[in-house]
């Protein structure tokens, strides 16, 4: 698997072929258009894919923060391969480094248990805000019908690994997430197994989750509680 940066009007045009097959999204409400991956390509952003044997296998889009941050805002990363997240990841990250960038940021559902796993375990980062309906209505297969509630994942490059809790197991329930106590200052939050698949099925369950999480998940960040791991298919946090 080969990752670069991506810089003709055929690539891009190629990236959202890739996005629009993950997402299919409403043709007002793409992920990122060709005109913009080539504004921030222009200017020095953050656009790449990830490609094997040639074939175009996903990609990423992000832009830096205002100077003295030292931040990267990962936008938008989608494939159709396993392990081109990864790779991505891993590209971006050595991308930031050369740039003097110590931290990547990214939003995502925090109710998808695969990208939390993927995030916390795979990564190292951390959610440390919760956004209620951050993008409003999105338009799209993957996202129609439910809020579009977000946590933002901090990834600090150049900081050590979190230490993780190892917390008892909890028990899975249908309609909402359980929140079991560990030890007086930690909590476990259980996420769904397929919120996607949960949206499509049974709306009104999928939605008592989205508030369940909201609750416990963005509640407890507002009060200063930190996620410090992932662990039984759901966060871990400590007060």
Known sequence: ???RELTTLAEFEALSGVFDSIWRPEPSNPPVTVELMRAFSHAGNYVAGAFVD???A??????????GEATLHSHVTGVVTPGAGLALKRHQRSWALAREISTITWTFDPLVRRNAYFNLVKLGARPERYHENFYGEMADEVNAGDESDRALAVWRLTAPRPAEEA???AVAVDDGPVVREVSAPVVLIRLPEDIE???RDDPATARRWRMAVREELGGRLRD??????FRDGGYVLRS
């Open 1 to 3: 698997m080969i990752v």
């Open 54 to 56: 040639g074939r175009l």
């Open 58 to 67: 996903g990609g990423s889009v992000g832009f830096c923060s205002p100077p």
């Open 167 to 169: 917390p008892e197991a």
């Open 197 to 199: 698949q949960l949206r």
């Open 224 to 229: 200063g509680w930190r996620v410090t791991g």
